[in-house]
């Protein structure tokens, strides 16, 4: 259970070339529970979750799992507790759906360990999650998009991790293979403890989905905590620059999102009393849109 689990990270400042993208970070995960971090394209969540899974080294600061830097881990240490499914992963090339899902189970072989009954569940449990045990045969190749993608979060499933790091794992789902995949994801969480974190542009998504929701700009986190308290109108001007109005989703109970985009908000009536209407009989000229 990932209760025992905990991941942090401290002072971490990340980049690429001269490009600082996060700066002087602090978070903590929650331990078994649902974290989404969302923001504007190029606030840093993808290179952040790529630090926090020792894919990319901190130009300061460090990433600790359990007291210790993930940096100075061994490979296979790390990768038994904690994995990873990118953003954009690419497939060897001619690797059928069942050899790459069974990927998955490579942290857990060793030297003197070879592939038994239990490697050959976690590859049918994670087939069979994400209905993509008919796909077994096929050349990933083969695929479509959203397939593709669904035998890559398979893979991630196979490994077994008490903690998952997802980077947008809806890309190229659509609307009720979404839902699907954050279903299992929420079932995973809650049946086997597993701490998730994941990355995710729906805002509305990231809000029925998250136990706790991270929003970053500009590479710092801007707010955090829980659904409620973080997607506000507010906070939605500042890290996105869209006006909205936040509501609470007659679903879940989470808030609800609504973009305002300047043709489509009603303008202000104008008062009886108002100079625009008195004088002479004219006729008003139709209400601007508020900017």
């Known amino acids: 259970m990932t209760t025992s689990h905990s991941l942090t990270a401290e002072e971490l400042t990340l980049g690429y070339g001269d490009r600082v993208v996060v700066e ?11 974290t989404v971090v969302v923001g504007a394209n190029a606030c840093g969540k993808s ?37 990873l499914l990118p953003q954009s992963p690419v497939a060897p090339e001619g690797i059928t759906v069942l050899d790459l899902v069974g990927r998955g189970r490579h942290p857990h072989q060793g030297v ?17 999650a994400t209905r993509t045990a008919a796909l077994a045969d096929r050349s990933v190749d083969e695929l479509s998009g959203g397939q593709r993608q669904r035998v890559w979060i398979a893979m991630a499933l196979a490994q077994q991790t008490d903690l998952l790091l997802l980077d947008e794992p809806t890309t190229f789902l659509d609307a009720s293979h979404q839902i699907e995949v954050l279903d299992l994801l929420t079932d995973l969480n809650r049946t086997r403890g597993t ?23 500009g590479g710092r986190i801007h707010a955090s905590g829980a659904p409620a308290e973080v997607l506000t109108e507010e ?32 303008p202000e009536p104008a008062s009886a009393g108002s100079a625009s209407s008195a004088g002479s009989g004219a006729p008003e000229p139709a209400g601007e849109p508020v900017r």
Do not use: C, Q
Not at 24 to 34: A, I, K, Y
Not at 238 to 257: H, N, Q, T
């Open 112 to 128: 003197f360990t070879r592939w038994n009954e239990k490697d050959d569940a976690a590859v049918a449990s994670a087939l069979e």
């Open 24 to 34: 002087s970070l602090d978070l903590s995960v929650p331990p078994g529970r649902v």
């Open 235 to 266: 906070m939605v001007e500042a890290v996105f620059g869209l006006r909205s109005r936040v509501i609470e989703d007659p679903v879940s109970g989470k808030p609800l999102m609504l973009p305002l985009g300047r043709h489509h908000i009603r």
């Open 195 to 217: 701490t998730v974190v994941m990355v995710l542009h729906d805002l509305n998504l990231a809000a029925r989905y998250a136990d706790h929701l991270i929003a970053l700009a």
């Open 47 to 83: 290179t952040l979750l790529r630090s926090m899974s020792r894919l990319l080294a901190p130009r300061e600061g460090r990433v600790l799992l359990d007291g210790k830097r993930v940096h100075r881990m061994p490979a296979k240490e790390l990768a038994r507790t904690l994995g």
